[in-house]
C-alpha cells in the first residue's frame, strides 16, 4: 500500500539565483530516531519541544486527477490543521493554485507568502484501484523531501489523505502518525433523561461513521483490541447484571469474555491480544481478574476494596488501575500477576481511568477536584503530573497510537463531545460527531494491521 514512487524523467528548475540545477523526483525521508523532532542541521523539521515549538507553515495545493483529487487534498489540509503542528496556508494566500504533478513549484514565491513546506500531488487509478501520489516540499531549498505512492480500494478513497497525512507528519515531526485510525465510541441520542445509547465507529476526523449497534441495550466502555479486529464492551442485561463482552468487526459474532456467571466490566486487552483485564463484581466486592479466552477467570486483587479501570503496560508487564484501598480513588500500578501493587497518585481531589501510553512513558488518568474535572498525564512512577485540559466534566481518556495526541469526552452541560488534546497540552480541538458521544477508544493504526 505503501511505497516510493520514482518517474524516471528529471525535472529541471531554476532558483532565485538563476541557476539550473536537476533535482530527482525521489529523495527518501531519512528515518530519525529522536522522538518528539530532534531536528538535524539543515534539515527541514519540526522541533516539538513546548518551548521552541511553532506550527509549521504549509501549503496543500489542490491535487488533480480523479474527481476525488480536490477532496483528498482538502482533508490532508484539516488533518495537519488539526495535529496543531501545522499551519496550513489560506488558499487565498496562494501564489499558484495549481500546479501539474510533474512541475516544480515556484519556490521564491511560496517562500515570499511564508511557506516553509508544499504539498503537491494528483489521484491517478491504478488497475482496479486507487491511487494517491504526492511531494512534499522545502519551500526555501527546492528540494523535494517525501515522494511516495499509496494505492487502496476505491470505496476507501478517503483513507488516502490520511495515509498521505501520517507521511507528512512523520517525516516532518520524527514521530508516526495518527490519521489512518478509527474512533469506536457510545453514539449518543434522545432527551438527556431518556438517552438512546449505542456503539458507534468513524474515521478519526468524523468522517465515515457507522453504527454498529442498535441503541435497544445498553452498551458502554468499548475498547480496542491490539489489531483492531476485535471490541471489548460492557453490556447491561435486562436484568440489570453487566458482562464484559468481544465483538468481532468482521464477522459481528459476539461472545462473553468470562462464564463465571460474576458481574464484569471495565475492560481492557492485553497487549498480545489473547487476554483482557477487568473488573468483577462478586458478593459486594470488586476487584481486577484476567479473562484468558477460554471462559475462566483468573484473580488478580482480592479484598474489599473497589478496584476498576485497568490497564496493561505495553509490555505486557505491568497494570495500572484505579482503587479507594487507601480511602480515596487513586491510581496503582502492580505487576501483570497482581504482584506489588503501589500507589502512583498523591495530588488532591480523585483519580481515576488510567490508561498507559503506547510508548510506555505516560499515563493518562481523569481528576476529579471539587466540580471541575480534568484529563492529565504523569510518568509510570507518578513523577511529571501534568494537566492538560480543564472543565467542568472531561473524562475517558484514549491514546492515539503514536502517544501524543489523547481523546476524552467533555460535558459542558448539554451533553458529552469529543475532543483531543496532545501530550503538551497546547491544543484542545473538538471532534465532530452526529450527535452526543462518550467513551472513546482509539484504534491501532489501520496501516499497521
Not at 511531494?135 to 523531501?145: E, F, N, P, S
Request: glycine fraction near 12%; charged fraction near 20%; aromatic fraction near 8%.
Amino acid at each position: 500500500m505503501n511505497r516510493p514512487f520514482q518517474l524516471f524523467r528529471p525535472v529541471f528548475f531554476m532558483l532565485g539565483l538563476g541557476a539550473a540545477l536537476a533535482l530527482p523526483l525521489l529523495i527518501k525521508s531519512e528515518a530519525r530516531a529522536q522522538a518528539g523532532g530532534g531536528c538535524r542541521q539543515g534539515e527541514l523539521c519540526i522541533d516539538l519541544n513546548p518551548r521552541n515549538f511553532k506550527p509549521m507553515p504549509i501549503a496543500i495545493l489542490d491535487f488533480s486527477g480523479e474527481q476525488q483529487a480536490v477532496m483528498v487534498a482538502e482533508i490532508i489540509a484539516s488533518n495537519l490543521k488539526r495535529s496543531g503542528v501545522f499551519e496550513p496556508l489560506d488558499r487565498t494566500r496562494f501564489p499558484e493554485k495549481q500546479i501539474g504533478f510533474d512541475q516544480v513549484p515556484n519556490f521564491p514565491a511560496w517562500s515570499a507568502a511564508g511557506v516553509q513546506a508544499i504539498v503537491t500531488g494528483r489521484l491517478v487509478r491504478d488497475g482496479g484501484r486507487l491511487a494517491v501520489e504526492y511531494r512534499l516540499w522545502d519551500a526555501t531549498t527546492g528540494k523535494q523531501i517525501v515522494g511516495q505512492k499509496h494505492a487502496i480500494d476505491p470505496a476507501n478513497w478517503r483513507r488516502l489523505g490520511h495515509l498521505a497525512s501520517d507521511a507528512v507528519f512523520e517525516r516532518m515531526t520524527g514521530e508516526s502518525g495518527f490519521f489512518d485510525t478509527r474512533i469506536i465510541f457510545v453514539d449518543e441520542t434522545g432527551p438527556k433523561e431518556k438517552r438512546r445509547k449505542r456503539l458507534a465507529i468513524m474515521d478519526s476526523d468524523g468522517a465515515n461513521f457507522r453504527a454498529i449497534s442498535s441503541g435497544s441495550e445498553l452498551l458502554i466502555t468499548p475498547r480496542y483490541s491490539p489489531k483492531g479486529d476485535r471490541v471489548a464492551f460492557m453490556a447491561l442485561g435486562d436484568d440489570g447484571r453487566a458482562n464484559v463482552q468481544i465483538l468481532d468487526l468482521a464477522s459481528g459474532r459476539r461472545s462473553l469474555a468470562a462464564n463465571s456467571g460474576a458481574t464484569t466490566f471495565a475492560p481492557r486487552f492485553a497487549p498480545d491480544g489473547t487476554r483482557l483485564v477487568l473488573s468483577v463484581e462478586q458478593s459486594g466486592n470488586t476487584n481486577l481478574a484476567l479473562a484468558d479466552g477460554t471462559g475462566g477467570l483468573r484473580p488478580l486483587t482480592s479484598g474489599g476494596a473497589i478496584d476498576t479501570s485497568p490497564s496493561f503496560s505495553p509490555d505486557g508487564t505491568q497494570i495500572v488501575f484505579e482503587s479507594d484501598r487507601g480511602g480515596g480513588q487513586q491510581i496503582y500500578i502492580m505487576g501483570a500477576d497482581g504482584s506489588g501493587a503501589r500507589r502512583i497518585s498523591f495530588g488532591e481531589g480523585r483519580y481515576s481511568t488510567p490508561v498507559w501510553s503506547p510508548k510506555g512513558d505516560l499515563i493518562a488518568f481523569t481528576r476529579q477536584r471539587g466540580n471541575t474535572f480534568a484529563i492529565g498525564v504523569m510518568k509510570p512512577d507518578g513523577s511529571g503530573e501534568r494537566i492538560l485540559t480543564e472543565g467542568y466534566h472531561n473524562e475517558g481518556p484514549t491514546w492515539a497510537p503514536n502517544g501524543r495526541y489523547i481523546m476524552f469526552f467533555r460535558d459542558s452541560g448539554g451533553g458529552p463531545k469529543l475532543h483531543m488534546v496532545d501530550v503538551s497540552g497546547r491544543i484542545d480541538v473538538p471532534i465532530p460527531t452526529p450527535a452526543y458521544a462518550s467513551d472513546p477508544a482509539w484504534s491501532p493504526l489501520l496501516s499497521a494491521r
